[in-house]
């Protein structure tokens, strides 16, 4: 393995330095941005970083709370390098001329990212030194080992050498033991070393352990706490005794999570091929090295050495290497820091467990919004009922990120048990959850479910379900198509919605849907639904064409859209054409937006905001008024697609159309909040700065929450099924 892996390297240096060229300033990096048309993605999403950011510093929010954003925000910044860098750093190492919307080559996107990481950590110490001071003061302590007392340092001494000492293992370097394997985001303690009777310094790593707890209570009796690195650090020549320890550095690495494009079609089996893409991730090329304050310069330039690093991928850190670690102090039982607990409701029709589901939706359309409605009510029980219906014949699922213990899958295996026929499309490209879907994938086989891992060449992102029940009159087909992952952890943080319904025009075209992921199917021509990479993005484009035309001519006209993220060129310029021929253009986009809104002649009527706070807002919602007096006779969509390139053209993607008078009003009502918001809303300007509106002290999320319960209760008063 060693020798595999020094091969590997040296063909990654030799790659590496393939057409290098100096590096941009961040000055000129950010001259650079001068494109008319589009703001740089890169850059866009370290915005949005910033936002998330910004809610571990907003005193609004509570203090426990602000520590969890301070670690959303830190695990954000790890994904983004291992997706982004990697890529660009390719770019550069081959001489690649790709740019950006905005214009940048590799090497001056790469000089703005660093400038922007810089001071992202420079932030993220300083939230943290402001959130330790504001713990200490509601006597939650996050101490440093010289601070404790001599009993408190006999504690976790001992705590220490029974708990921790004999699960490290510290690895040395010299001619007999090679530099050791560094996993991706794992922390190490590089120590350097020197032997009493000689003066060459040695070079010895030591791991800190995933598998102990970060942080250490220090007092049984109170909230204090101590990191283990400091503990590790305060007792580091327990490790090495009778050598001279001269410094002791910690040091994080972060691999490339960028694979070699490869051809799918020459695997011969999709998931051999991308449990090896896994194993391979393993050993990817570094692209971040993280280390803490006043470093050993000996030390630095030795890893720099023997990792094939540049100071331009060193990054120092004034306070924690790693935020996510402080999960464990959130856990802390103090309910009086925390949001105040809310229980989703469940909606009317779903009250009654003695009357068939089914039942239900064939009675009425349902449009469900989560975290405030029930997921488990509503959506887990359509497939749990599903499942043991003796008139269902078919359950066909897609699954693009579950979580563990999965009730989907558990249901999916008893309907296959039970002898009915069970599709389910697994995307195994669901990146970093791509072990736990091979797992479930071949769980799922070898219960008897038909699995089948999508169309070569691109990525299902769609979140649907098609059931085939026989009924008297004859097949009767029901379908939930939505927004968000079939996963019940997440759907209790992330707001999305869904659809259930029963409509012949739908179902029907979801029937040829699922043929297209599992055969050959060539539709082309979907009447309703709108599908990615068939005909979503033409569709779009006419739909906003129309709007223009609308505005051209005197109709009433408006665009509304909501979704993660946005750098589709094509749909871009629609909009700016939209603009300009009158159509005022509302944008809720979470993430990072290319498209630069309020530009006098080009955008002027397009305005963008940013929701943040204490929901991840998921859904994707799309209006189009299309010359209606009243605003409800508009076209509404709801569906997983982003407007972004890759889920136009390189994901299968699905969104339906809206019809039903009560779905559309709840649909309108949550956008007007959003457009309204004045506590979590944040404005785009054109040069993509972002400001926060401070004009309210009750956000959407808040209001959403209490309009959803009051209704539950006015219903109850009026006499309806109560709340099980």
């Not at 352990?209 to 049984?220: G, N, S």
């Not at 009357?355 to 449009?367: K, P």
């Not at 008897?448 to 992102?461: A, D, E, P, S």
Request: glycine content about 4%; proline content about 4%; some cysteine.
């Amino acid at each position: 393995m060693v020798l595999k892996r020094k091969i590997k390297k040296k063909t990654r240096k030799k790659i590496s330095r393939k057409g290098k060229k100096p590096g941009a300033s961040a000055s000129e990096a950010a001259s650079a941005l001068s494109s008319t048309e589009f703001l740089n993605r890169e850059v866009g999403w370290l915005q949005f970083n910033f936002r998330v950011l910004n809610e571990a510093k907003e005193p609004r929010n509570p203090l426990l709370e602000r520590l969890r954003f301070l670690s959303i925000s830190s695990s954000n910044l790890d994904e983004f390098v291992m997706k982004r860098i990697g890529r660009l750093k390719k770019q550069e190492a081959y001489n690649l001329n790709i740019r950006s919307k905005d214009g940048l080559n590799a090497n001056q996107q790469l000089a703005e990212i660093r400038m922007q990481l810089i001071l992202m950590i420079q932030s993220l110490a300083e939230a943290f030194k402001t959130l330790r001071a504001e713990l200490a003061k509601e006597e939650i302590f996050l101490e440093k080992w010289k601070d404790l007392s001599e009993s408190e340092k006999t504690f976790v001494r001992e705590f220490y050498l029974k708990n921790v000492f004999p699960v490290l293992t510290p690895l040395s370097v010299d001619l007999g033991h090679p530099f050791p394997f560094i996993s991706n985001l794992s922390t190490s303690l590089g120590v350097t070393l020197r032997h009493p009777e000689h003066e060459e310094r040695l070079f010895a790593r030591v791991k800190i352990p995933k598998v102990l707890p970060q942080w250490i209570r220090v007092d049984p009796n109170q909230n204090k706490f101590i990191s283990l690195i400091d503990v590790i650090i305060a007792n580091v020549k327990d490790l090495f005794p009778l050598m001279d320890v001269l410094n002791v550095m910690p040091f994080r690495l972060t691999r490339n999570a960028e694979l070699e494009e490869s051809n799918e079609e020459d695997a011969e089996d999709l998931l051999e091929h991308i449990e090896e893409e896994l194993r391979q991730r393993r050993f990817a090329e570094v692209v971040r090295l993280e280390h803490g304050p006043n470093p050993d310069a000996w030390m630095l330039q030795f890893l720099l050495d023997e990792l094939e690093l540049s100071q331009e991928d060193v990054y120092e850190h004034p306070g924690l290497l790693d935020y996510t670690d402080l999960n464990v102090i959130f856990d802390v039982p103090r309910t009086d820091l925390k949001y105040r607990a809310y229980s989703p409701v469940t909606p009317g029709p779903f009250l009654d467990d003695s009357q068939s589901l089914f039942t239900t939706i064939r009675q009425q359309e349902l449009l469900l919004h989560h975290p405030y409605e029930s997921f488990r009510h509503t959506v887990e029980r359509f497939v749990k009922e599903a499942s043991v219906d003796s008139k269902v014949l078919a359950i066909k699922m897609t699954l693009y990120r579950t979580g563990d213990n999965s009730p989907f899958v558990k249901a999916l295996i008893r309907a296959a048990e039970e002898g009915k026929q069970v599709v389910c499309l697994v995307e195994l490209k669901a990146r970093f959850d791509e072990e736990r879907n091979i797992y479930w994938a071949q769980a799922l086989e070898n219960a008897g479910v038909h699995v089948v891992y999508g169309v070569i060449g691109l990525k299902t992102h769609a979140k649907t379900i098609l059931i085939v029940r026989q009924e008297t009159e004859g097949l009767k087909c029901y379908a939930h198509i939505g927004t968000g992952n079939y996963n019940s952890a997440t759907s209790r943080l992330y707001s999305d919605f869904g659809l259930l319904t029963s409509r012949d025009e739908i179902t029907a075209e979801l029937v040829e849907f699922f043929h297209y992921l599992t055969g050959r199917s060539l539709k082309n021509s979907y009447q309703h639904l709108l599908v990615a990479p068939i005909n979503m993005a033409s569709k779009f484009t006419q739909l906003i064409d129309r709007e223009g035309d609308h505005a051209k001519h005197g109709r009433p006209s408006q665009i509304i859209a909501k979704f993660n993220n946005m750098d589709d060129a094509e749909l871009s310029r629609s909009l700016y054409r939209a603009s300009q021929n009158g159509t005022p253009i509302s944008l809720i986009v979470r993430g990072f937006c290319c498209l630069k809104p309020g530009v006098p002649g080009m955008s002027e009527r397009i305005k963008v905001i940013s929701i943040i706070g204490r929901f991840l807002e998921h859904s994707r919602v799309f209006y189009f008024r299309n010359g209606a007096a009243d605003p409800l006779d508009g076209d509404f969509f709801i569906g997983s697609a982003d407007w972004m390139y890759r889920n136009l053209h390189t994901r299968v993607e699905a969104i339906v159309p809206i019809t039903d008078r009560s779905s559309k009003e709840k649909l309108w009502e949550v956008l007007q909040i959003s457009l309204v918001d004045g506590r979590q809303a944040w404005d785009m300007s054109p040069d993509g700065k972002y400001t926060q509106r401070k004009t309210a002290d009750v956000g959407i999320h808040a209001q959403l929450m209490n309009l959803t319960k009051q209704r539950q209760i006015h219903m109850d008063e009026g006499g309806e099924k109560k709340e099980s």
